[in-house]
């Protein structure tokens, strides 16, 4: 079955430092997307990538780095991790980019930064 | 700018109630609609898809309208289950070559 995965599950951080947060799919689908949930926000767009070794730019990019090695990983970087970026982070792909297109996401990846 | 408007953040129900979440978007293309819902450890996980063509969708007993002239998105269940307890997002999906847009969230807490 079809699945994205993200690693790790959850992490804690301290201000300053950096954390990859790492996405693999087997869907074989060409776009995949990084998006953060906070409470009153639902999800918003931080980067997406239609192709390897290319990144896009979303609703809210400021503070992160995608990165696109393969068709199947996609990671989120954070340089320098700052309290705002506490959330919860899900990665998801399609196969298509678009309105018609159904979006598979991960379990999510739970960031505290202290 | 396209957006999407859920003003409920929170519905408690019984089991065997109706269900009834509301949505408005915004936007000048003719858009999809969709309902995703996310069960508690979960990602987002989609529920239904709602196109200009057919206006209604139906899936695992939720049903979904939009109503062009409002522009708002509602779903509905006839009788909710504790099992259907989860969070709701109303989700618009623009031209071809946008990524899709969530609103705020639904939490739906059924008790038993």
């Known amino acids: 079955e079809a699945a994205v995965t993200q690693s790790p599950r959850s992490k804690v951080a301290v201000t300053g430092g950096k954390v990859t947060l790492s996405c693999h799919q087997t869907n074989n689908h060409d776009y995949m997307y990084w998006y953060r949930q906070d409470t009153g926000h639902g999800l918003r767009l931080i980067h997406y990538?239609?192709?390897?070794?290319?990144?896009e730019k979303g609703d809210i990019p400021d503070g992160y780095k995608a990165s696109r090695p393969s068709q199947e990983n996609f990671s989120l970087i954070l340089e320098l991790a700052s309290l705002s970026q506490t959330a919860v982070y899900f990665c998801?792909?399609?196969?298509?980019?678009?309105?018609?297109?159904?979006?598979?996401f991960g379990a999510g990846t739970r960031l505290s930064v202290l | 700018g396209d957006s999407v408007t859920q003003m409920q953040g929170q519905v408690t129900l019984s089991e065997d109630d109706f269900l009834f979440i509301n949505c408005t978007y915004s936007?000048?293309?003719?858009?999809?609609l969709f309902w995703y819902v996310q069960y508690p450890g979960e990602g987002p996980q989609l529920l239904l898809k709602?196109?200009?063509?057919?206006n209604k969708g139906i899936s695992r007993g939720f049903e979904a309208t939009y109503d062009k002239r409002t522009t708002s998105f509602h779903l509905q269940k006839a009788s909710v289950q504790e099992s259907d307890s989860a969070v709701y997002y109303c989700v618009l999906g623009e031209g071809f070559a946008s990524a899709l847009t969530f609103g705020s969230g639904t939490k739906v807490i059924v008790l038993p």
């Open positions: 936007t000048t293309w003719y858009p999809t």
């Open positions: 998801a792909s399609s196969e298509q980019l678009g309105r018609q297109n159904t979006l598979y």
């Open positions: 709602v196109t200009t063509a057919n």
């Open positions: 990538s239609y192709v390897a070794d290319s990144t």
